[in-house]
């Protein structure tokens, strides 16, 4: 897909072509899982970060990474992954096909529009992310309430926030890209104060 231009002319940025709803943190159910050697046993502190952007944002979906691995697995063509991170977090990594928005100042009449014109009207479930949930978080409930404010005029669609975002998806080992499409195991640590909560084995500034 071709890059939407700059941050102030579109709410979406796709910087580079590449390739719910829970586990034991979140309810849900979801397809089989693919063949995986990901180990999911998050740590105090991440599992007390990932319950308070789970009550912060209570009126919002939260899908886990192992349910959102087994959709894009599955190659269900429905969904569209929103990175909502800053350009050089991106830049370290990123889901594969995902696309950049900027959470703070996101157009979401423009957004959905944009969606719905680049991607075609299949794509009914949206499902954000960030590095622990707080920006995916705001851009998923401004999408919510958008659908349900026009809900008349909306299209058919569900949007979620990914529960754990990137920091436990990296932590777990499931699939990430760079910059150049290439599979990596990194993440951007977004600050140093969360930090700690990224597997050191995996951080990269």
């Known amino acids: 897909m071709a890059t939407g231009g700059s941050d102030k002319d579109t709410p979406i940025t796709k910087e580079k072509e590449t390739p719910s709803t829970a586990d034991k943190d979140t309810p849900g159910t979801a397809d089989k899982a693919p ?27 939260h899908i886990s ?12 063509d429905d969904i569209v992954v929103l990175d909502c991170r800053e350009p050089r977090e991106y830049d370290v990594s990123h889901m594969a096909e995902s696309i950049r928005v900027d959470w703070n100042r996101v157009d979401v009449n423009q957004l959905i529009n944009s969606l ?20 995916s978080g705001t851009v998923a409930k401004k999408i919510q309430d958008f659908i349900t404010k ?30 150049s499409g290439q599979k990596t195991p990194f993440a951007h640590p ?7 909560l990224l597997n050191k084995a995996v951080r990269k500034w």
């Open 116 to 135: 719905l014109e680049r991607e075609g009207p299949a794509k009914k479930k949206i499902v954000c992310y960030c590095s622990l949930g707080f920006r």
């Open 65 to 76: 990474t192992s349910d959102l691995e087994q959709w894009l697995h599955t190659g269900n």
């Open 150 to 179: 026009k809900k008349e005029e909306s299209p058919p669609l569900e949007v979620y926030s990914l529960y754990g975002s990137v920091f436990k998806w990296a932590n777990e080992g499931r699939p990430l890209v760079d910059n």
């Open 190 to 196: 977004h600050i140093f104060l969360i930090c700690g």
């Open 35 to 61: 063949p995986s050697t990901v180990t999911e046993n998050p740590g105090r502190g991440m599992r007390l970060v990932m319950s308070a952007m789970g009550s912060k944002f209570s009126s919002v979906k």
